[in-house]
């Protein structure tokens, strides 16, 4: 009986995808879906002539693997991934693998490859970026688990991947349990920032300057000649070319306003809040998200709250590059907060990130591959132990270079009543760290007055703490 190279259970588009890029690059693959029809026809008709075996139940799946058994869950992730964990585990040897390629909490892959490991099996959490299109050409992946696992799937992960320069694979070994996975929660996080980036730029745009959607598809493409080069400005000068085929308007005149998510974006806020990180950026992302969702609410409101009666009176073309200025700037902002959560995370972790390499990850088949995450590689490879990307030569340089334009922008967008929570939550977060001296002593002056909190002082060694008696009966 012939022996397949992998397993991989779940067959949905990213699922069948990754099937079929793993056939293409020589590998044998044995699938399982709990649907069997989804997986019958899937045999029949996208795998028909490769090396591709549909099984009807779980045992048939093992049974048809040679050892040391590699499967690859493409399932949803929580309870989905314990349930499909507990059929596998009984008929699994000790050495197996089982790989979590969806988008499952980091925590749940800290405490899943603790547990299997008790067991004998070893679990691997592998994020994979791309989307659909990726998981068939070639995605980015960023695997972490049991570092044992690591040799058994390396050839395989490596072979699939996205291939950039001179053939280097946007796949690496990123650390143990959940390492991988929240590598990938982050860059979903710096997506979520990117889009919403990218969003408030296309408002300047076309609400505060009235750009049509064909001058807006110039500017993008303008754009993506220079430092902002990226899938995502990319793919958005195609959307502004695109019309509706029943009523011929621009297609962002028929969507509704109202964005969707998937929880990565959240997860990533809470870790930051966890780790005690500032997140500014992604954070106004994912609540911009939130807020609209309320459409109906926003549309009553428009009805009932003013906002300024003015309009653009300077030159389009100089705002234009202005515009351009201040979404490199903030985006810098953005992806300096994403590095600063996984350099806390590896700390805490133990879990020894190497940053720039995870850099070099994002280049290629996924969401965020842009042109300037070589000058984050390069960052980290002249300094390590590098605190956050503001501070770096290149990247203080762009920003200071940048800050005139990216001032003058939120000011006019606040002077126009337009939302850009993006744009200027990585300023804040930029005027904030560059701050040698915040307001954060009246906090703490604050604290200690109504809860005895205590403070440090200026004049005093770092960690040692006072109390004052401010009134009578404060700090009760």
């Known amino acids: 009986m012939k022996k397949y190279d992998i397993g991989l259970i779940g067959l949905a588009v990213m699922g069948q995808n990754l099937v079929l890029n793993m056939a293409n690059h020589g590998f044998s693959v044995a699938v399982f879906n709990r649907t069997v029809g989804k997986m019958e026809k899937f045999i029949e008709k996208d795998a028909a002539g490769r090396e591709i075996k549909g099984c009807r139940s779980i045992e048939e799946l093992i049974d048809?693997?040679?050892?040391?058994?590699?499967?690859?869950?493409?399932?949803?992730?929580?309870?989905?991934?314990?349930?499909?964990?507990?059929?596998?585990?009984p008929g699994l040897d000790a050495g197996d693998i089982i790989i979590d390629g969806g988008n499952s909490r980091y925590t749940d892959t800290i405490r899943r490859t603790g547990e299997l490991k008790r067991r004998g099996i070893l679990f691997m959490g592998a994020g994979v970026s791309g989307g659909?299109?990726?998981?068939?050409k070639g995605p980015s992946i960023m695997p972490g688990g049991a570092p044992e696992a690591w040799p058994g799937a390396e050839d395989i992960f490596c072979s699939i991947s996205a291939q950039v320069g001179d053939g280097v694979p946007c796949c690496r070994w990123i650390g143990p349990d959940g390492a991988g996975h929240f590598v990938k929660m982050v860059h979903n996080g710096i997506e979520y920032g990117d889009m919403q980036m990218i969003a408030e730029a296309y408002c300047l745009l076309e609400q505060g300057l009235g750009l049509t959607p064909e001058e807006m598809a110039r500017v993008f493409t303008d754009w993506n000649e220079g430092e902002l080069n990226s899938y995502l400005i990319e793919i958005t000068r195609d959307i502004m070319l695109k019309t509706d085929d029943e009523t011929g308007l621009p297609m962002l005149e028929i969507i509704l306003d109202s964005a969707g998510q998937k929880g990565t974006g959240r997860w990533v806020v809470e870790s930051a809040l966890d780790l005690g990180v500032p997140l500014p950026t992604i954070a106004e992302a994912v609540f911009a998200r939130n807020l609209s969702a309320y459409k109906e609410e926003r549309v009553a409101a428009s009805d009932e709250l003013a906002g300024p009666a003015l309009s653009f009176q300077g030159d389009k073309k100089s705002f234009i590059d202005k515009i351009r200025a201040a979404l490199y700037a903030s985006k810098i902002c953005s992806y300096a907060q994403g590095f600063h959560l996984m350099r806390a995370a590896s700390i805490h972790y133990n879990w020894n990130l190497d940053l720039g390499e995870i850099s070099?990850?994002?280049?290629?088949?996924?969401?965020?591959?842009?042109?300037?995450?070589?000058?984050?590689?390069?960052?980290?490879?002249?300094?390590?132990?590098?605190?956050?990307?503001?501070?770096?030569?290149?990247?203080?340089?762009?920003?200071?270079?940048?800050?005139?334009?990216?001032?003058?922008?939120?000011?006019?967008?606040?002077?126009?009543?337009?939302?850009?929570?993006?744009?200027?939550?990585?300023?804040?977060?930029?005027?904030?760290?560059?701050?040698?001296?915040?307001?954060?002593?009246?906090?703490?002056?604050?604290?200690?007055?109504?809860?005895?909190?205590?403070?440090?002082?200026?004049?005093?060694?770092?960690?040692?703490?006072?109390h004052t008696e401010w009134a009578v009966g404060s700090g009760e």
């Open 64 to 89: 048809s693997l040679s050892s040391p058994r590699k499967i690859l869950l493409m399932v949803k992730a929580g309870k989905p991934v314990d349930d499909f964990i507990e059929q596998l585990v």
């Open 132 to 136: 659909e299109e990726g998981a068939l």
């Open 360 to 466: 070099l990850l994002w280049r290629g088949g996924c969401i965020i591959r842009a042109r300037f995450l070589d000058k984050i590689h390069a960052a980290y490879a002249g300094r390590p132990e590098l605190p956050n990307l503001l501070v770096d030569p290149f990247f203080a340089a762009a920003l200071s270079e940048s800050q005139s334009a990216w001032r003058e922008v939120v000011a006019e967008s606040f002077r126009l009543g337009l939302s850009i929570p993006a744009f200027s939550s990585a300023l804040a977060y930029y005027d904030g760290y560059r701050c040698a001296r915040i307001s954060a002593n009246l906090l703490q002056a604050q604290r200690d007055y109504f809860g005895a909190h205590t403070y440090e002082r200026v004049d005093r060694p770092r960690g040692e703490f006072f």
